[in-house]
């Protein structure tokens, strides 16, 4: 089974930058989604195994980025602008992905987590 290992995140100030990593065996479809205390896991944003293509969910849209090493291996979640409702624990995943309007679905390869916080 693909392994994707993830690095990280922490405390960050709103208003501040963190970075997510997530490295695998090779070049997938990789999906970040993030779960907060007491809510749904919701998609966060996606990359195409290529690099070509990508989305994000509407509540990061400007302040996220998402981007790939020259080995396509890894994929960073760039986190700028942070707000108190990024904090949750964030997943990398191998992701199935059609079109760009169609949802990521995660296949079911998961990184392990790592936790974010936001705050003073």
């Known amino acids: 089974q693909l392994q994707l290992v993830q690095s990280g995140g922490g405390l960050g100030q709103p208003g501040g930058s963190l970075r997510l990593s997530c490295t695998a065996s090779?070049?997938?479809?990789i999906g970040w989604f993030r779960q907060a205390p007491g809510k749904e896991r919701e998609e966060v944003a996606c990359?195409?195994?290529?690099?070509?293509?990508?989305k994000f969910t509407d509540s990061v849209e400007g302040r996220f980025t998402i981007s790939r090493d020259t080995t396509g291996n890894t994929v960073y979640l760039q986190m700028n602008s942070l707000k108190s409702e990024d904090t949750g624990t964030y997943y990398c995943?191998?992701?199935?992905?059609?079109?760009?309007?169609?949802?990521?679905?995660?296949?079911?390869?998961w990184g392990q987590g790592t936790q974010v916080t936001v705050s003073s």
């Open positions: 995943a191998a992701v199935r992905w059609i079109t760009v309007q169609s949802p990521c679905i995660p296949n079911g390869s």
């Open positions: 090779g070049r997938f479809n």
């Open positions: 990359i195409s195994s290529t690099g070509g293509s990508t």
